[in-house]
T-cell receptor, first 112, second 117 residues
Framework: DAKTTQPPSMDCAEGRAANLPCNHS???????VYWYRQIHSQGPQYIIH???NNETNEMASLIITEDRKSSTLILPHATLRDTAVYYC?????????????FGKGTHLIIQP | GAVVSQHPSWVICKSGTSVKIECRSL??????MFWYRQFPKQSLMLMAT?????????EQGVEKDKFLINHASLTLSTLTVTSAHPEDSSFYIC?????????????FGPGTRLTVL
C-alpha cells in the first residue's frame, strides 16, 4: 500500500470547516483513499473513501486532486465531538483480506 | 453500518496469567477479522489476520504462540494473550470485513484495554 503523510496536529474553531490534508504521492491507479478517525480510547470509525472523484456523505467531504497525489478531508461544521485522530489510508478496495496500515494521523482539536 | 463488539472492554490481570478477548460481528458474517494493538500515544499496529476455519496469519514480529487466535465461527474471533506480562499491556482492537456495494469495508470494535500487573 502507498504511504501517506499527514500533519501531526491541527486546530479548528467550533462551527468552522476543518480541512485535513493528506499526501499520497506514490498512490497507484487502483488504490483508494480511505479516511478513518479514532476518538480517544475508542476503536477507529470509518468516515469516507474515494478513488478519483470527490465524495460526500453525511459526515464529511473528500476532495482528491486530479493527479491523485493528495487529498483533503473536509468536516463542514466541526463540533467538539469531532476532536480525534484522523487517519488517511491508501489501500486496494474490494480485494479484502488485508489489514490496514495506520500512519501517525492528524490529531484534530476543535476549540470552543 | 455494521456493528462489531468486543468483550471485555477492559481487563486487569496478574503477570503470568492468560486473557481471552472476544470479537463479534453482531449483524453480519465475517470470514475475515483482524486484530490490532495500540500502545499509548502510538498508532494501531496490525497483529494478525483471522480467517474462519483456518489458521491465523501473523505479522512479522508477533509471536503466534503468545497471541493465540481462534476464528471458530463467522461471527466470532478470539484472541488469547498467554502468559501475559506487563509489556503486553495495551489497547487491543479487532475489525471485521464486510462486503458493501462491490467493495469490502472494515468495521472496528470498541477495543479492549489490557493491563498486566
Amino acid at each position: 500500500d502507498a504511504k501517506t503523510t499527514q500533519p501531526p496536529s491541527m486546530d479548528c474553531a467550533e462551527g468552522r470547516a476543518a480541512n485535513l490534508p493528506c499526501n499520497h504521492s506514490t498512490i497507484s491507479g487502483n488504490e483508494y483513499v480511505y479516511w478513518y478517525r479514532q476518538i480517544h480510547s475508542q476503536g477507529p470509525q470509518y468516515i469516507i473513501h474515494g478513488l478519483k472523484n470527490n465524495e460526500t456523505n453525511e459526515m464529511a467531504s473528500l476532495i482528491i486532486t486530479e493527479d491523485r497525489k493528495s487529498s483533503t478531508l473536509i468536516l463542514p461544521h466541526a463540533t467538539l465531538r469531532d476532536t480525534a485522530v484522523y487517519y488517511c489510508i491508501v489501500r486496494f478496495s474490494g480485494g479484502g483480506a488485508d489489514g490496514l496500515t495506520f500512519g501517525k494521523g492528524t490529531h484534530l482539536i476543535i476549540q470552543p | 453500518g455494521a456493528v462489531v463488539s468486543q468483550h471485555p472492554s477492559w481487563v486487569i490481570c496478574k503477570s503470568g496469567t492468560s486473557v481471552k478477548i472476544e470479537c463479534r460481528s453482531l449483524d453480519f458474517q465475517a470470514t475475515t477479522m483482524f486484530w490490532y494493538r495500540q500502545f499509548p500515544k502510538q498508532s494501531l499496529m496490525l497483529m494478525a489476520t483471522s480467517n474462519e476455519g483456518s489458521k491465523a496469519t501473523y505479522e512479522q514480529g508477533v509471536e503466534k504462540d503468545k497471541f493465540l487466535i481462534n476464528h471458530a465461527s463467522l461471527t466470532l474471533s478470539t484472541l488469547t494473550v498467554t502468559s501475559a506480562h506487563p509489556e503486553d499491556s495495551s489497547f487491543y482492537i479487532c475489525s471485521a470485513e464486510f462486503g458493501l456495494a462491490g467493495y469490502n469495508e472494515q468495521f472496528f470494535g470498541p477495543g479492549t484495554r489490557l493491563t498486566v500487573l
